[in-house]
Protein backbone atom coordinates (compact mmCIF):
# COMPACT_ATOMS: atom_id res chain seq x y z
CA UNK A 1 0.00 0.00 0.00
CA UNK A 2 2.96 2.09 0.60
CA UNK A 3 3.98 1.79 -3.33
CA UNK A 4 1.38 4.35 -4.43
CA UNK A 5 2.51 7.10 -1.97
CA UNK A 6 6.64 6.74 -3.51
CA UNK A 7 5.56 6.83 -7.01
CA UNK A 8 2.69 10.07 -6.34
CA UNK A 9 5.78 11.80 -3.58
CA UNK A 10 8.48 10.55 -6.97
CA UNK A 11 6.02 12.10 -9.24
CA UNK A 12 5.52 15.76 -7.05
CA UNK A 13 9.11 16.13 -6.47
CA UNK A 14 10.20 15.93 -10.20
CA UNK A 15 7.13 17.89 -11.35
CA UNK A 16 8.42 20.48 -8.98
CA UNK A 17 11.94 20.03 -10.01
CA UNK A 18 10.84 20.46 -13.69
CA UNK A 19 8.58 23.73 -13.11
CA UNK A 20 11.59 25.16 -10.99
CA UNK A 21 13.86 24.95 -14.03
CA UNK A 22 11.72 26.03 -16.38
CA UNK A 23 11.31 28.96 -14.00
CA UNK A 24 14.63 30.11 -14.53
CA UNK A 25 15.24 30.30 -18.25
CA UNK A 26 15.26 33.25 -20.39
CA UNK A 27 11.65 34.77 -21.16
CA UNK A 28 10.94 36.55 -24.25
CA UNK A 29 9.34 39.82 -23.63
CA UNK A 30 6.08 40.28 -25.17
CA UNK A 31 5.98 43.37 -27.72
CA UNK A 32 5.87 46.73 -26.48
CA UNK A 33 3.01 48.89 -27.88
CA UNK A 34 3.93 50.80 -30.48
CA UNK A 35 3.39 54.64 -29.61
CA UNK A 36 0.74 56.52 -31.00
CA UNK A 37 2.02 59.58 -33.15
CA UNK A 38 -0.41 62.55 -32.46
CA UNK A 39 -2.55 63.39 -35.32
CA UNK A 40 -1.49 66.50 -36.54
CA UNK A 41 -4.13 69.32 -35.57
CA UNK A 42 -5.66 70.93 -38.90
CA UNK A 43 -6.99 74.39 -39.37
CA UNK A 44 -9.86 74.89 -41.54
CA UNK A 45 -11.32 78.11 -42.98
CA UNK A 46 -15.07 77.84 -43.28
CA UNK A 47 -17.62 80.76 -45.64
CA UNK A 48 -20.83 80.80 -44.85
CA UNK A 49 -22.66 83.59 -46.75
CA UNK A 50 -26.07 85.04 -45.44
CA UNK A 51 -29.12 86.52 -46.86
CA UNK A 52 -31.79 84.77 -44.49
CA UNK A 53 -30.08 80.97 -45.58
CA UNK A 54 -26.82 79.70 -45.47
CA UNK A 55 -24.47 78.43 -48.34
CA UNK A 56 -23.25 76.27 -48.10
CA UNK A 57 -25.99 74.49 -46.27
CA UNK A 58 -23.87 71.34 -45.25
CA UNK A 59 -20.25 71.48 -44.17
CA UNK A 60 -18.00 69.19 -42.67
CA UNK A 61 -14.31 69.59 -40.64
CA UNK A 62 -12.35 66.94 -38.96
CA UNK A 63 -12.22 66.53 -35.20
CA UNK A 64 -9.77 68.04 -33.30
CA UNK A 65 -9.29 70.69 -36.29
CA UNK A 66 -8.89 74.72 -35.49
CA UNK A 67 -11.95 76.04 -37.87
CA UNK A 68 -12.07 79.65 -38.71
CA UNK A 69 -15.52 80.63 -39.31
CA UNK A 70 -16.10 84.34 -42.11
CA UNK A 71 -19.97 85.06 -42.02
CA UNK A 72 -20.30 87.75 -44.68
CA UNK A 73 -24.06 89.12 -44.09
CA UNK A 74 -25.34 89.81 -47.70
CA UNK A 75 -29.02 90.74 -46.13
CA UNK A 76 -30.85 93.39 -45.68
CA UNK A 77 -30.97 93.38 -42.08
CA UNK A 78 -28.12 92.29 -38.96
CA UNK A 79 -27.77 88.22 -38.37
CA UNK A 80 -26.99 86.48 -35.52
CA UNK A 81 -25.30 83.32 -36.24
CA UNK A 82 -24.82 80.52 -33.66
CA UNK A 83 -24.22 76.56 -33.86
CA UNK A 84 -25.90 74.11 -31.80
CA UNK A 85 -23.51 72.03 -29.57
CA UNK A 86 -20.88 75.22 -29.43
CA UNK A 87 -23.20 78.29 -28.67
CA UNK A 88 -20.46 78.90 -25.92
CA UNK A 89 -17.77 79.12 -28.91
CA UNK A 90 -19.56 80.10 -31.53
CA UNK A 91 -22.40 83.22 -31.66
CA UNK A 92 -21.93 86.40 -34.31
CA UNK A 93 -24.06 89.28 -34.81
CA UNK A 94 -23.24 90.89 -38.45
CA UNK A 95 -24.57 93.94 -39.23
CA UNK A 96 -26.17 94.13 -42.74
CA UNK A 97 -23.62 94.01 -45.15
CA UNK A 98 -20.64 93.16 -43.50
CA UNK A 99 -18.56 90.28 -42.52
CA UNK A 100 -18.01 88.64 -38.87
CA UNK A 101 -15.28 86.03 -37.99
CA UNK A 102 -14.52 83.39 -35.05
CA UNK A 103 -12.17 80.52 -34.46
CA UNK A 104 -13.24 77.76 -32.46
CA UNK A 105 -12.21 74.11 -31.79
CA UNK A 106 -13.66 70.95 -33.32
CA UNK A 107 -13.81 68.49 -30.56
CA UNK A 108 -17.49 67.55 -30.75
CA UNK A 109 -17.52 64.65 -33.30
CA UNK A 110 -20.85 64.46 -35.14
CA UNK A 111 -22.85 65.17 -37.98
CA UNK A 112 -25.90 66.96 -36.51
CA UNK A 113 -24.66 70.44 -35.64
CA UNK A 114 -27.27 72.81 -36.49
CA UNK A 115 -26.27 76.26 -38.25
CA UNK A 116 -28.18 78.57 -36.32
CA UNK A 117 -29.59 82.24 -38.43
CA UNK A 118 -31.63 84.30 -35.86
CA UNK A 119 -32.30 81.13 -33.97
CA UNK A 120 -33.94 79.48 -36.83
CA UNK A 121 -31.84 76.20 -38.41
CA UNK A 122 -30.38 77.07 -41.76
CA UNK A 123 -27.52 74.47 -42.47
CA UNK A 124 -25.79 71.89 -40.60
CA UNK A 125 -21.98 71.22 -39.95
CA UNK A 126 -20.14 67.82 -39.33
CA UNK A 127 -17.39 66.83 -37.68
CA UNK A 128 -15.99 64.14 -38.51
CA UNK A 129 -13.59 61.65 -36.67
CA UNK A 130 -13.74 59.22 -33.61
CA UNK A 131 -15.67 59.32 -30.47
CA UNK A 132 -12.18 57.96 -29.06
CA UNK A 133 -9.77 59.32 -26.77
CA UNK A 134 -6.87 59.11 -29.84
CA UNK A 135 -4.83 56.33 -29.06
CA UNK A 136 -7.63 53.78 -27.32
CA UNK A 137 -9.44 51.49 -29.39
Same mark, same amino acid.
Given at each position: ??????????? !?????????????? =???????????? =???? @??????????? @? +?????????????????????? @????? !???????????????????????????????????????????? +?????????????
Amino acid at each position: MKRPYVWLFAG !ILVLGVALGTLSKL =PRRDAPRPTPVE =PVPK @AEVSLQLVSDG @A +LLPERSAVPKGSDVTLTVVNRG @ASART !IALSGYEEHVHLAVPPGESGSVTFRADHPGDDFAWLVDGVPAGR +LAVTGSHLVEGHQ
